[in-house]
């Protein structure tokens, strides 16, 4: 069963125990500084977990698509990706466990048919210390789940992964009793972490048995469900959000409790077709058919490289689909680095010249089924990635001249090294091939030295990380709402003066500026550009009044006459904001806000630079001053 089948049958399960299917959200979410992207299933519901009512009701379900770049060093084994495609379905305050539990234990073996007596699950052990007591009440439904499939289940405590390591599992046994490090959920992670005021709760992972043949007790201890070995993989996580943090550090159970379930397409398909790697799946081993067939290497023996460009590639494309832009700076480096890592270990298979023109439509047909109002660009998608394509590998041939320049009486150091990567995009394993074929002398801790500065380099990514990223929404303060209305403004000037056909094509919006992508066939005369300023820069001074509500999409459509791109993918119910007249508005647009009250406060704006995007779409950067 390919992947694309199981996604439709789970969510036509889904609508049939009463939920309604929402659009997902885009990779990129706009105006959102807490994250570079999507990257989990619940993300975008979290505000309907925290307690704002959905206008699609109590029970609902998607498919996510995710990216996650924590762990891209890890992709090259069977189970790590950094694109993933989340199943999820959620309870707002109607159905708990027993329903979530029976649901998902039917979807798997009715409906994927994988084999009951091959499925384990895990339950949370409870925490002494915060007075939560062991989820027995999931445990026991299990154990009738089970019952009734006429399995044997076993309930049996471990308490950490490491203990699980040491004693591993017997005949019989099923359900597992781990701590908060395994089955509690928080937005912090454990009871310890848990953010005051934060729905949190016991959670219910579900794995996959691929066999004792998978174990590896030298490298991993003895198997169980939550050991890193490859013979068990989790296939779906039910989150019962039942408590709440009190500000004196203690739980309360929620009166009104939740169900937050999402579980991997890739790790489920590669359940289905009885193989613990997840590339073996339909929806990347086309993409390693292909590899095979460009580099005459096999899979078996080339494991590593084409699973880092089949997975590198989904996630390229993805974005770019989506209408991102390889940049050196925050989600646009996360896509070159995509990229580049994928072309590196091309070379490494012996493929020379440009591939991806071969590869990126297999991913294009494999997420056909993707709805528009995420993959916004596609037909732009193939053109952006053979542009970084090529572009790269000029840089590789830059970094070579580099490397000799920067050599010092033929030797050159780890330092050296790290600066070629860094600085110059040469990798590490290049440089280092380069200098063994040129006769240049490493320096006898090269690597160490280069491990130093990369970790020194890390150290100041992640402190940047975390101002740019976390602690709040620091970039929705005053000046960015200020310059997401100036956005509006610009949209409308655009509209007003060029052409009124123009729409946003993407945007970026900071506390220091803005970035407005949209659709023109030709570059902007001075003239124009000077037009557009004065344009926006009067508005803002009449001081016009900033206002929304919540319309009918029909109503908001066509009375309205309101601005938005995806009428077909908008629910029935959305936030329209209107500046100027309510009768005779400057500007009307479907949009989520934050903006000001009035447009008297945004300030000076002042059009930066006005540049090619990509084919068809230019790109506008603004300030105010």
């Not at 048919?113 to 009440?137: A, H, R």
């Not at 091309?346 to 528009?372: M, Q, R, T």
């Not at 240049?440 to 020194?456: C, Q, V």
């Not at 029935?572 to 949009?591: A, Q, W």
Request: proline share 4%; hydrophobic share 35%; charged share 30%.
């Amino acid at each position: 069963m390919d992947a694309n089948t199981i996604r439709k049958k789970f969510l036509d399960f889904q609508v049939k125990k009463g939920h309604k299917i929402i659009e997902p959200a885009p990779l990129v979410l706009e105006n959102d500084p807490t994250t570079l992207f999507t990257g989990s299933g619940m993300q975008p519901l979290l505000p309907y977990l925290l307690g704002k009512q959905h206008p699609d009701g109590t029970r609902l379900t998607d498919s996510q698509p995710c990216v996650r770049l924590q762990d891209i060093e890890e992709v090259g084994d069977p189970r790590h990706t950094t694109v993933f495609e989340m199943l999820g379905n959620w309870s707002l305050g109607d159905y708990f466990k027993e329903e979530q539990i029976n649901n998902f234990f039917e979807f798997l073996t009715k409906e994927v048919g994988l084999d009951p007596s091959k499925i384990y699950v895990s339950c949370f052990i409870g925490n002494e210390k915060y007075g939560i007591p062991k989820d027995t009440e999931a445990a026991e439904i299990w154990q009738k789940v089970f019952k009734e499939a006429g399995i044997e289940a076993k309930i049996v405590e471990i308490g950490s992964a490491k203990d699980g390591d040491k004693r591993g599992i017997k005949p019989g046994e099923r359900i597992f009793f781990y701590d908060d490090h395994e089955n509690w959920w928080s937005r912090g992670g454990g009871c310890e972490d848990t953010p005051i005021g934060d729905p949190c709760g016991p959670d219910s992972e579900v794995f996959y048995d691929f066999g004792e043949d998978k174990q590896d007790v030298e490298r991993y201890g003895l198997a169980h469900p939550a050991s890193d070995g490859a013979r068990f993989l989790e296939i779906g996580n039910q989150v019962f959000m039942q408590y709440r943090r009190l500000p004196d550090g203690s739980f309360e159970e929620l009166e009104k409790k939740n169900v937050d379930f999402g579980g991997g397409l890739e790790r489920i398909s590669a359940a289905a077709i009885g193989s613990f790697d997840v590339f073996k799946g339909s929806l990347m081993k086309p993409i390693i058919d292909k590899l095979e067939e460009i580099s005459g290497k096999s899979y078996n023996n080339n494991t590593d490289e084409m699973r880092v460009i089949a997975d590198h590639i989904r996630g390229a494309y993805l974005l770019s689909a989506q209408g991102l832009i390889p940049a050196n700076k925050a989600q646009g480096y996360a896509l070159r680095r995509l990229l580049r890592r994928a072309i590196l270990r091309a070379l490494d298979l012996g493929i020379s010249a440009n591939f991806l023109s071969e590869i990126a439509p297999i991913v294009a047909s494999n997420y056909a089924e993707l709805p528009d109002s995420i993959l916004t660009h596609r037909e732009m998608a193939l053109e952006t990635m053979l542009h970084e394509e090529n572009a790269f590998r000029k840089t590789l041939n830059r970094g070579l001249k580099e490397l000799h320049r920067i050599t010092r009486n033929n030797s050159i150091s780890g330092k050296d090294l790290f600066k070629l990567q860094d600085t110059y995009g040469f990798p590490f394993e290049l440089s280092v091939e380069e200098c063994y074929r040129q006769g240049i002398k490493l320096s006898e801790n090269y690597r160490e030295e280069f491990e130093t500065a990369l970790k020194e380099q890390r150290e100041r990514s992640q402190t940047a990380s975390r101002g740019m990223f976390k602690g709040g929404l620091e970039d929705h303060g005053e000046k960015t709402v200020k310059y997401h209305t100036a956005t509006h403004l610009l949209l409308a000037a655009l509209q007003k003066l060029i052409d009124s056909n123009i729409c946003q094509k993407g945007s970026n919006i900071t506390a220091e500026r803005v970035r407005f992508d949209f659709n023109l066939d030709h570059k902007m005369t001075t003239e124009e550009i000077t037009k557009v300023e004065a344009q926006v820069n009067d508005w803002i001074e009449a001081d016009l009044p900033v206002a929304f509500d919540e319309y009918d999409k029909d109503y908001a459509r066509n009375t309205l006459k309101a601005h938005g791109e995806f009428w077909d993918k908008y629910p029935e119910k959305l936030k329209v904001y209107t500046i100027g007249d309510f009768d005779n508005p400057v500007s009307r647009e479907v949009c989520g806000g934050p903006h000001v009250e009035h447009t008297g406060i945004i300030g000076h704006f002042k059009i930066k630079k006005e540049e090619s995007s990509s084919a068809g779409i230019r790109r506008i950067k603004a300030v105010l001053e």
